[in-house]
């Protein structure tokens, strides 16, 4: 079955599989949502079924709960567990210093609020989501439905003394309506090329009424690890400034594949 797969699911499959690694038994773990958090499931739920694993799970989003129920993981809300050991997520975009941006699937709020609740965040991504600098990919903004053109032209004036290349923003949509986020929230897409101060970003637009959050998470991460299509895994601790190399190996699993 992993024969069939491309070289970059191969390489979020192998990130998965060595981030799994990092839970243990009784943890409350913060689960992630995306393509490479969907590995990541998979692959804990292949442990809890196969090494008798115990964890509890807080999903960031209602399509990471269900895909958790289905392998075999306890579900629990932040509410529940109040604090967690350790979140697990994927990236669109991370620098050197480990600043992030996240939010291509929509869930960009839940995924900070569950990542700040965490003593370490852990994430996963292929080698090409690391630039050397943030804003590439479409910086995502979560605002409210009510008023959210006035905040779209309080953003774009906000735009014109920050230091990016790009200053256009798109509604995000779902066909031909506007996508909504688990909180019935809109999305703002930022095409700015390039962010020449994330920090900076980050701190002014969450001062724009209307603007709920954004996809920036700066001095949250801890630790990235980088899968390949080959096989190799990176993994960078930005505490303690030290990268280590695995390499793992295929291994047919008809359960963790099924309907991949």
């Known amino acids: 079955m992993t024969g069939e797969l491309s070289p970059i699911d191969k390489a979020k499959f192998v990130a998965a599989k060595r981030a799994a690694a990092f839970v243990e038994d009784g943890m409350r773990v913060g689960l992630g949502t995306g393509s490479t958090a969907a590995w990541l499931v998979r692959c804990l739920g292949e442990r809890v079924r196969e090494e008798g694993l115990f964890f509890k799970g807080v999903p960031t989003s209602t399509r990471t709960a269900d895909l958790a129920r289905e392998v075999g993981i306890e579900v629990i809300t932040l509410e529940e567990a ?18 992030l941006i996240k939010g291509g699937g929509g869930a960009l709020l839940q995924e900070k609020i569950v990542a700040t609740a965490s003593d370490q965040m852990i994430v996963i991504a292929d080698a090409a989501k690391e630039v050397e600098t943030l804003g590439a990919f479409p910086l995502p903004v979560e605002v409210i439905p009510f008023g959210w053109t006035a905040s779209q032209a309080l953003l774009e004036e906000a735009l014109v003394s920050m230091d990016v290349m790009g200053r256009d923003s798109t509604l995000r949509m779902n066909g031909d309506k506007p996508y909504f986020t688990d909180e019935g929230n809109y999305i703002l897409d930022l095409h700015l090329m390039r962010i020449g101060n994330p920090r900076q970003m980050a701190m002014i637009l969450n001062q724009i009424p209307g603007i709920v959050e954004n996809g920036l998470f700066i001095d949250i991460c801890d630790q990235v690890v980088i899968g390949y299509g080959d096989g190799r895994v990176e993994t960078r601790d930005i505490n303690a400034g030290t990268v280590e190399e695995h390499r ?4 047919e699993s008809d359960n963790l594949f099924r309907d991949v």
């Open 82 to 99: 109040r604090w967690l050991d350790l979140t697990i997520d994927g990236a669109d975009e991370f620098d050197g210093e480990l600043n």
């Open 248 to 251: 793992l190996d295929f291994v």
